[in-house]
């Protein structure tokens, strides 16, 4: 061949002059190791490279990208290396395995072709040589790649849709979670593993008693409860396992809801992840393509699922970022770091200022202001709630209550037994799998040593798991029977009793009740409305509401009550303040602030409330000053005293200081009399008067 006459001849000296690049790959390890004749065929190509001119030696050969997939250029070192080979011009061709296919719904080929289209590079697949600087290669190659990302969209949507009718009707056969298996008339089932079914059981009804995930591993793990799972990957994948619980599995299982006996499809979506990888995301419940309630047997009823979903989501708010609650401080809240904003689902903080000489405190949700500089979310007065949650907690820790935990806990002793019967059956499987390898070993030709020796090894394995098994069985089940003995559950009731007077103890540091406190309560969520509403979660579980008076703020504290205003305008007919602020005090009644009544006091409160004095309400009752009096007799002031001593006049007191304000007299006023004793005269109490001694006030 002569590429110097021949216009059609693609290959020339120039490119022979550079190596030959043959790029390898498989997507999957599966691939590489299932699919042989692909990379074959893949290598085969370098043949044809010989045989377009290159020698052997100057074809190199790009397979680090086995087992990589196609979907990105990031992790595949062998693809950029090609790439960087092309663009330095050292490429005279590149040959790869259906290349024109790539070119178009791939952008890495896609890219690299414009590349090879700049340096002059050729392309080689089994369909034939391309050299994209032509026209009509290029067309070409567009073409091809155009009508290939076609049928792959057509074959997509075929499959695509077949899937999702499947799926529509409930019959797309998915990968089961691990309780759940098909028969074999491809109907979903409870795992028929015995073991398996009752470990799910005691999941679920220890979450139905715990509400939280977090409880229930922590219950197998104390236990020593082994939980199924199946291998996701590996050459052993899809075989079923068993491990301790993990927290994530224990999540997932929760938020799988064909455990609910519901078909599901379309509850994740794909997505691109940040560097190039997918991943998948959860989407919400009213966005799944299907769902089907009681499509096929379950562990929990619909109704179950839903409620764990929300307790999973409450769980989810009262432990985010800003919930992990720090130390007990120095200072008196009783509830520091426990409390959580029931409107936003946030941690509240709190703030100290002093009243009377005490600190009070203050919750309040912030954290909307401080970050986005919103309004403050929650501001509650805490010290209501504080004496309100020491009276619970010495409620809850009281002798009778904890009786009662007592029976409930011999109560849960008997199902204890329900664990024990899932170990026993722990060891049951592991002398199982013993008794297997040694039938193994009998089986074997003992001559066979090298076969001989792995089962007898196998066999000596699986005896010493197996007595592993026991033994851990038996630990268990003492520290089952240990838990409780009479002489602990004296002590415990002997430290309940004790419990208030410590609590009380002005000794005991606020910091110790808090620690009290944080033994036996997980969060207090606090809502204010009408009614402020107190949601104590303890630990372990149990939960208390309690609706308290929303606190008043410090003014309306102060503040005198309707009844005694009332009562003091009542009074003001008939006493002077002072005699009012005695007999307030004589009948135990408090001021706002607390503190005893006195004149000046009750004079503040007439003041502020806009009572009628008493000397105003005489006044306008017609009661005359002594002066008016004197005025109206022709007597002197010093006479009109000195008849009231004697009880010659009737004279209401309205101060202190026995001043008072007199009666009018009518035909019987007292005269001047010379000679005549003043005590001899007649009293005011002998002399019908037209009026009563009650002076009402006109309001
Ligand atoms: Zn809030």
Redesign the pocket.
């Known amino acids: 061949m002569n590429a110097a006459f021949d216009p059609h001849q693609k290959v020339t000296a120039e490119h022979l002059k550079r190596n030959a690049y043959l790029y390898v790959r498989q997507s999957t390890p599966q691939q590489v190791f299932y699919n042989v004749e692909s990379t074959q065929r893949q290598y085969a190509l370098k043949q044809r490279a010989v045989a377009e001119g290159w020698p052997l030696e100057r074809v190199v050969v790009l397979d680090g990208d086995l087992g990589q997939s196609a979907t990105s250029a990031v992790d595949r070192e062998g693809f950029q290396k090609l790439v960087t080979e092309v663009s330095l011009g050292r490429a005279g061709i590149v040959l790869g395995l259906e290349v024109s296919r790539l070119a178009r719904n791939c952008s890495d080929w896609h890219r690299l072709l414009e590349i090879c289209a700049l340096t002059g590079t050729l392309i080689l697949d089994e369909d034939g040589l391309y050299n994209p600087v032509d026209f009509n290669d290029r067309l070409l190659l567009g073409l091809k790649g155009t009508m290939s990302e076609a049928e792959l969209h057509l074959i997509r949507a075929r499959l695509q849709g077949g899937i999702r009718n499947k799926a529509r009707r409930g019959e797309l056969r998915m990968p089961l979670p691990v309780g759940l298996a098909y028969d074999a008339q491809n109907k979903v089932i409870l795992n028929p593993d015995r073991q398996v079914q009752q470990a799910f059981c005691l999941f679920f009804t220890h979450y139905d008693r715990l509400g939280s995930a977090l409880g229930v591993v922590r219950y197998f793990a104390e236990h020593h409860l082994h939980f199924p799972r199946r291998l996701r990957g590996g050459p052993n994948r899809g075989q079923l396992v068993w491990g301790s619980l993990i927290h994530t599995q224990a999540l997932q299982i929760l938020r799988n809801p064909r455990y609910a006996g519901a078909f599901v499809f379309g509850r994740t979506k794909v997505c691109r992840r940040a560097h190039g990888q997918p991943g998948h995301v959860l989407q919400p419940q009213d966005q799944w393509h299907t769902l089907l309630l009681n499509a096929h047997p379950g562990y929990i009823t619909w109704e179950q699922y839903q409620d764990h979903q929300r307790t999973l989501r409450t769980c989810a708010r009262a432990h985010g970022q800003d919930r992990r609650h720090g130390p007990p401080g120095q200072g008196p809240a009783l509830l520091q770091g426990l409390v959580v904003?029931g409107?936003?689902g946030?941690r509240m903080t709190l703030r100290y200022h002093e009243r009377h000489g005490k600190l009070m405190v203050d919750y309040l949700?912030q954290?909307e202001s401080t970050e986005h500089g919103q309004a403050v979310?929650?501001h509650i007065p805490g010290t209501s709630i504080d004496r309100a949650m020491g009276e619970l907690l010495l409620e809850t820790m009281q002798p009778v209550t904890l009786e009662l935990a007592f029976a409930v806990q011999a109560e849960l002793q008997t199902r204890l037994e329900e664990v024990d019967r899932l170990r026993r059956q722990q060891i049951e499987r592991a002398q199982y799998e013993a008794d297997l390898a040694r039938s193994r070993f009998m089986q074997v030709d003992p001559k066979n040593r090298l076969v001989a020796d792995a089962l007898e090894a196998d066999w000596n394995d699986k005896l010493r798991r197996m007595t592993e098994a026991q033994e851990q069985y038996e630990q268990q089940r003492q520290k089952d029977h240990a838990v409780l003995d009479d002489a602990s559950r004296q002590q415990v009731l002997a430290l309940a009793q004790d419990l208030p007077r410590l609590w009380r103890d002005s000794a005991t540091s606020d910091q110790d009740r808090k620690r009290m406190v944080r033994l036996l309560i997980e969060d207090v969520t606090l809502t204010k409305a009408e009614q402020l509403k107190v949601q104590v979660r303890f630990k372990g579980g149990a939960t208390r509401t309690l609706d308290l008076p929303v606190p008043l703020s410090a003014w309306r504290e102060r503040k005198t009550s309707r009844e005694i205003v009332a009562l003091i305008d009542d009074l003001l007919n008939t006493c002077c303040e002072q005699e009012i602020a005695a007999e307030l005090n004589r009948r135990g009644c408090q001021s706002g602030t607390h503190g005893a009544f006195t004149r000046k006091r009750v004079l503040h409160i007439c003041r502020h409330y806009g009572l009628q004095r008493r000397y105003d309400r005489l006044r306008a009752a017609g009661l005359l000053t002594g002066a008016e009096l004197a005025a109206q007799l022709h007597v002197s002031t010093q006479t009109i005293a000195q008849w009231r001593r004697n009880g010659l006049l009737v004279a209401h007191p309205f101060s202190a200081k026995n001043e008072c304000l007199y009666e009018p007299v009518g035909a019987n006023a007292p005269c001047k009399q010379q000679g005549c004793k003043l005590a001899d005269r007649p009293h005011v109490s002998q002399v019908a008067t037209d009026r009563t001694n009650e002076v009402h006030h006109e309001a």
Do not use: N, S
Request: proline share 0%; glycine share 0%; net charge positive.
């Open positions: 904003c409107v936003c946030r949700c954290h979310c929650q």
